[in-house]
């Protein structure tokens, strides 16, 4: 390691004498010391492992110490091993700027976990973050008081739309200048691909928060790049490299959250969800009842409900008796069995249709149609994060104003009916099944704001006079 004496000349070489003779042979610099991963070097060196870790770690706070950004490390002991009571007192939380909304959500978004708000394209994703990128630098209760750090994978950030918020909601309005959130306060950058996105919350981004103190780090989205780089139809090998990247991934961001106390938001995208092929696997009397399901089925019936329903005759297995060939026979008929009064069973209790209602935010009602969605990144993703925030929207349709004669009759979009609920979340409690208990929400120039309902039926009144 010839250039370790340059780029640190104050570094302590005598605790790792006994490595620098096989590092300088394979030509190792301290930007690999860095850069690479320690299997990855004592593949090439032949050196233990642990020794190689102390000498990374050790290199790594020097540099960090030389740039001035090392500081106090907090206490791993405890971390955040505190009980649910405890949790909300404790967080410092991010401000939507609506009393509903925060109220929905516990507070806001909280500070020292990895919050993900997911839903489909147009459903009001980008309009949360870039409110937080603006509450966040409010002070206590509002938000931290604290920079913000913005990352994307798609669309750069849009400076635009955040300045007409800032100019336009009414609570910045009466906010003195020196109170005011700042655009030049959020840092911006662009990740179009893995190998840029790693590199940057490895390296860049840990400097980046003890510098200047960011309180909160958005991913836009967390599954552009994945969705990009790993294909499904590659094999099974490339799901595993897949699920080894989320869960570094998830590390990476809990690690930050954790110690610099900052919240971390993702936004995610939402895939269709198809009725597996385990039930018609089961055989033609659940495949019957599966397809049954198509327009409308329960979902919350006991998974112990299958076993009230016995098979129509003897088991495969089994060798019929006499008794059994005349019971048959008596009962043959040329019309089809009828399906049971009680409805089909519910599928079993450790198939994955059966349980991701619980963390999709999909499909959670007792009857649900079709038209459900799942969370991308699938289930690896779910436990990496601590809370999920699933956004939701509805067309309406109505009469045109002005028809046109080959049109009479005919319906157009009117407007977006968007609702806002809690998946799950360690301060909170769910917003419950369904839309019913969700908050709906309308986005506005000034940003989002809950719908006022007796608003709205009047509205409807009016409409329907008219």
């Excluded at 209760?141 to 750090?149: D, F, I, K, S, V």
């Excluded at 112990?304 to 009962?331: F, I, K, N």
């Excluded at 069973?345 to 994955?352: D, E």
């Excluded at 459900?372 to 436990?383: C, I, N």
Aim: aromatic share 6%; net charge neutral.
């Amino acid at each position: 390691m010839t250039d370790l004496s340059v780029v640190l000349p104050g570094f302590p070489v005598q605790r790792f004498a006994n490595l620098l003779p096989a590092l300088d042979k394979h030509l190792i610099t301290t930007t690999d010391l860095i850069t690479l991963d320690v299997p990855e070097l004592g593949k090439r060196t032949q050196l233990p492992l642990l020794d190689l870790k102390r000498l990374c770690n050790a290199v790594l706070a020097a540099l960090h110490a030389d740039l001035g950004v090392a500081g106090p490390q907090p206490d791993k002991s405890t971390g955040l091993r505190r009980k649910g009571s405890e949790i909300p007192a404790s967080l410092g939380f991010l401000s939507v700027l609506d009393t509903n909304l925060d109220s929905a959500l516990g507070g806001g978004i909280p500070a020292g976990y990895i919050t993900e708000i997911t839903g489909e394209s147009g459903a009001g994703k980008t309009q949360f973050l870039l409110t937080l990128l603006l509450t966040v630098q409010l002070p206590a209760p509002h938000g931290l008081g604290r920079p913000a750090l913005y990352i994307s994978t798609e669309a750069p950030l849009s400076t635009k739309r955040l300045s007409q918020i800032l100019n336009g909601h009414p609570f910045f309005k009466n906010l003195g200048p020196s109170e005011r959130p700042s655009l030049d306060n959020v840092i911006s950058a662009v990740t179009p691909d893995l190998e840029s996105q790693d590199h940057i919350l490895s390296f860049q981004v840990p400097v980046l928060v003890a510098r200047h103190n960011i309180g909160l780090i958005i991913l836009d989205s967390v599954a552009a790049n994945y969705r990009a780089e790993f294909e499904r139809g590659s094999g099974g090998s490339n799901l595993a490299t897949r699920g080894n990247d989320l869960i570094r991934l998830g590390r990476q961001l809990h690690d930050l959250a954790r110690e610099h106390n900052l919240a971390v938001v993702v936004a995610n995208q939402v895939a269709d969800r198809f009725t597996s092929a385990a039930a018609a696997a089961m055989g033609p009397r659940s495949s019957l009842m599966a397809s049954a399901q198509n327009n409308t089925r329960q979902s919350q019936d006991s998974p112990l409900a299958s076993r009230s329903y016995q098979p129509a005759g003897p088991l495969p297995t089994a060798e019929p008796t006499s008794s059994m060939a005349e019971a048959a026979m008596a009962v043959r008929s040329s019309m089809p069995e009828p399906m049971p009064e009680e409805g089909p069973p519910a599928p079993p209790a450790l198939l994955l249709d059966h349980q991701q209602r619980w963390f999709t935010g999909w499909g959670d009602e007792l009857y649900h149609v079709n038209g459900l969605k799942t969370p991308s990144l699938g289930l690896v993703w779910s436990t990496q994060i601590a809370s999920r925030i699933a956004l939701y929207k509805r067309p309406v349709y109505g009469r045109k104003q002005v028809v046109e004669d080959e049109e009479v009759g005919s319906a157009m979009l009117k407007m977006w009916r968007r609702w806002m609920k809690v998946v799950f979340a360690p301060h909170v409690a769910p917003s419950g099944p369904g839309l019913s208990t969700a908050v709906e929400f309308e986005i506005t120039m000034e940003g989002l704001r809950t719908v006022d309902k007796s608003k709205r039926k009047k509205k409807r009144a009016d409409d329907a006079e008219s």
